[in-house]
């Protein structure tokens, strides 16, 4: 088991958008969250991630606590993600933009930075030539000099996953990262996806797209206001009655 959460709850006054949230990850599985909008998804992946601190509950990765633990704390413990919307460095490189993600794990302090020690230059090389390796990774080096904001949308979303990855992670996290793409982009998507759990990588994913749930996770989580209401592999889900209820009786969702 590399996650657990235990009873988690965030408020916001008298608002619960998450309320008794209880779940495990296993090693290596691709876990999707769905639920109706303002279900509580994201606010979930923001307490998991320290941008929230949760009013209650616990968060353990690996077995140890981060609840309320700051984003770069947890980053550090080996947990990143995306965001559904955006968030590249638009006026920096391709490569630049993966580098980024790579200095997380930097050992080299600000005044070597500054006097450009051999020990950062050497570093810097290294971390230049992982960002490479992953943007391959990705499927995307050919565009390693162009600016970011020149990429197509869809191999934007591509760079924020590489960027992610970047930091080592052991915990994947994406939110909605199928928003937007066209019908080949997100084929695509799925197979990297998978080519990043077979990499060994626990990828935990917000999508409303069941065609990409239901082709790839192994198990799938679904909120509705807040509330945990199922828990199962896709066909288990596919059939529960309560996750048909909750998306408005559409029966053919799936």
């Known amino acids: 088991m590399i996650l657990e959460v235990r009873n988690l709850t965030k408020a916001f006054g008298g608002l619960k958008p998450v309320e008794e949230v209880s779940f495990r990850v296993m090693h290596g599985v691709i876990l999707s969250i769905i639920g109706p909008n303002g279900a509580g998804k994201t606010t979930l992946f923001n307490c998991l991630t320290g941008i929230y601190s949760p009013t209650k509950g616990h968060v353990l990765f690996e077995e140890k606590d981060v609840t309320g633990k700051k984003p770069y704390e947890v980053t550090a413990k080996g947990v990143a993600r995306t965001f559904q919307n955006i968030r590249i460095f638009g006026s920096m490189s391709v490569l630049e933009n993966v580098m980024i993600g790579q200095h997380t794990r930097s050992k080299e302090g600000f005044l070597s930075a500054v006097m450009k020690t051999a020990k950062f230059r050497r570093e810097e090389s290294e971390i230049k030539s992982k960002a490479y390796e992953y943007l391959e990774f990705i499927g995307i080096a050919d565009y390693a000099d162009a600016d970011a904001d020149s990429l197509p949308y869809?191999?934007?979303?591509?760079?924020?996953?590489?960027?992610?990855?970047?930091?080592?992670?052991?915990?994947?996290?994406?939110?909605?990262?199928?928003?937007?793409?066209?019908?080949?982009?997100?084929?695509?998507?799925?197979?990297?996806?998978?080519?990043?759990?077979?990499?060994?990588?626990?990828?935990?994913?917000?999508e409303h797209d069941m065609k990409v749930v239901m082709g790839i996770s192994d198990r799938i989580i679904v909120l509705d206001h807040g509330v945990k209401i199922a828990e199962g592999t896709p066909k288990e889900i596919q059939n529960n009655p309560d996750v048909i209820e909750a998306y408005l009786g559409k029966e053919d969702i799936f």
Request: aromatic fraction near 2%.
């Open 154 to 206: 869809g191999d934007q979303k591509r760079l924020e996953i590489a960027r992610a990855l970047a930091t080592e992670p052991k915990i994947l996290l994406l939110d909605e990262p199928a928003a937007g793409m066209n019908p080949q982009e997100t084929i695509e998507l799925m197979k990297l996806i998978n080519r990043i759990k077979e990499w060994g990588k626990t990828v935990i994913l917000i």
